[in-house]
């Protein structure tokens, strides 16, 4: 077993571009409600990133670049080779003979930052705007070039302006090429940034801008070294 050296704690800030629609389910919604409503918090209400929204989007991208000849069938990476970054940092998918141990990256659920909470906050005292927006949507008829019947549909959306703090743990084992992983993940985000998050992105849904990277490298200090450090202020 591989010893666990250390973390490398990378935060930043998810700025959407355009609305950014992350589907929620329909259940508990009363009559009159959405038709496609995004994902919320469930009681504070106030919609979120889930980590494995993000997780599972860079690491589409990263297959869609690096893993073409790997994949089988549309599942996700499972090959466990030593050489894929993918498998080693997200984690082989359903391959539970290999040898590259845990997985690396450990991403959290990404909430809005407190400005623009406090933004969305006040468009719902002021509009009744409930931390989204409602965009409504027509489907044309192919052959007569109008709207078709029942051709209207709604989708919720976060407002573009919104943003979200993200963090994201690489947990860094005895012989990790540590460079390489953060690198590798990077690459990832910058994937993201030239193509979408949630969903709709063919129609101009979820362009987002990374911000304020920051990389913290956080070591496993026994307890008792840290307990020391703090109280020496
Ligand atoms: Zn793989």
Redo the contacts with the bound molecule.
């Keep these: 077993m591989k010893r666990l050296e250390r973390y490398i704690v990378i935060t930043g800030v998810i700025h959407c571009q355009t609305g950014l629609r992350i589907g929620g389910t329909k259940e508990g919604i009363e009559i009159g409600g959405q038709d496609n409503p995004i994902l919320r918090h469930p009681i504070t209400n106030i919609p979120y990133i889930p980590g494995s929204s993000l997780k599972g989007k860079l690491r589409s991208l990263l297959e869609q670049k690096h ?1 073409t000849e ?1 994949l089988r069938g549309g599942e996700p ?5 030593e050489d ?1 970054l ?2 080693r940092i997200f984690g ?1 998918h359903k391959n539970t003979r290999h040898s590259l141990g845990p997985t690396r990256l450990l991403v959290r659920d990404a909430s809005l930052t407190p400005e623009s909470e406090a933004w969305l906050r006040s468009a719902w005292e002021e509009k009744g705007i409930d931390f989204s927006e409602i965009k409504t949507e027509v489907t044309v008829n192919r052959s007569t070039g109008i709207a078709a019947d029942k051709g209207l549909r709604t989708q919720e959306r976060v407002p573009a302006g919104a943003k979200f703090d993200f963090e994201v743990s690489f947990r860094v084992f005895e012989g990790d090429n540590e460079k390489q992983l953060v690198d590798f993940f990077m690459e990832g985000l910058n994937l993201l940034q030239a193509d979408y998050l949630g969903g709709s992105g063919s129609r101009g849904y979820g362009k987002v801008k990374i911000e304020n990277l920051k990389r913290t490298i956080v070591k496993d200090r026994p307890a008792e070294e840290n307990a020391e450090k703090n109280s020496q202020g």
Excluded: D, W
């Design positions: 893993c790997r990476c499972g090959c466990g080779q894929c993918v498998c082989p």
